[in-house]
């Protein structure tokens, strides 16, 4: 049983300011009970000397440091597995079920997750509780960003290279990184250019990235017909072939998780 409710034994507290989720030392380590806020502890070692040793509560503002500069969308603030409830035959059982085994599991340079699926089925969602646990359970730096955000922040850096290169080369660098809405966008060849960069610099330099895209991966078969765009469709065959060696794909189906429940009752009805 965990010994503080306030943050189930986590010993940080996370919630939702503004665009983005936040995270503090709990209150239940505030001062720490183990170095009264001092940051160590200090033991006597067998020749008699005091030594100073690094207390857990440095470690603990380490992993909030990482959490807020990882940028988690504030409207999953309490995104974790244990909020993910579904059918244990579903998609989505499956996708929690690789999900977790990738979090706890993860080396630097293991291989990604592309989630794909309809609008609203939780794909951002359990992005974003892989991220959780790995920042607050193993200290592992990531970060989330909605490509159609990197895309406006770059616009903004026109004619200064400099400019541009500070924000993609943390992107580059950092060993963990979502990009969530994959193949959104106008789909142009200055689009397409900033995201071959970014999985091509990424993949050169063996690091995770994981995905998410509410296009269908199939391939189209010769003679036949597509309803609807595909994932090769938004971004060129070169990117896709590069993310299926990447990730290994995870389907989640489902209806709109974001609709009321109301609204799915009248439609299958």
Request: net charge positive; glycine share 6%; aromatic share 8%.
């Amino acid at each position: 049983m965990a010994e503080c409710l306030l943050c189930n034994d986590d010993r940080i507290r996370i919630a939702s300011k503004g665009e983005y989720a936040v995270s503090q030392r709990c209150a239940c380590q505030s001062p720490c009970p183990q170095c009264n806020g001092s940051g160590y502890f200090y033991d006597t070692d067998p020749h008699g000397y005091r030594i100073a040793s690094p207390c857990h509560c440095i470690r603990i503002d380490q992993r909030s440091k990482i959490f807020n500069d990882a940028r988690l969308p504030a409207r999953y603030a309490h995104a974790e597995f244990t909020q993910i409830k579904t059918d244990a035959r579903s998609d989505m059982a499956s996708a929690r079920r690789k999900a977790l085994r990738f979090s706890r599991e993860y080396e630097p340079g293991s291989k990604g997750l592309l989630f794909h699926g309809s609008v609203g089925t939780g794909k951002t969602f359990i992005s974003v509780a892989i991220l959780r646990y790995l920042i607050v359970n193993r200290g592992v730096k990531a970060k989330f960003m909605e490509f159609m955000h990197l895309l406006s922040d770059l616009r903004q850096t026109f004619g200064d290279r400099n400019q541009a290169d500070n924000l993609m080369q943390p992107l580059v660098d950092i060993p963990v990184l979502v990009i969530d809405e994959l193949g959104k966008g106008r789909g142009s060849d200055w689009e397409l250019s900033v995201l071959d960069e970014l999985i091509s610099k990424r993949y050169n330099a063996q690091k995770t990235t994981l995905f998410t895209t509410n296009y269908s991966i199939e391939l189209p078969q010769p003679g036949a017909s597509m309803d609807s765009e595909t994932l090769v469709d938004r971004v060129g065959m070169r990117i896709y072939s590069r993310l299926m060696e990447m990730c290994e794909p995870v389907r989640i189906s489902g209806v709109d998780r974001r609709r009321p429940l109301s609204d799915h009752r009248s439609r299958t009805g």
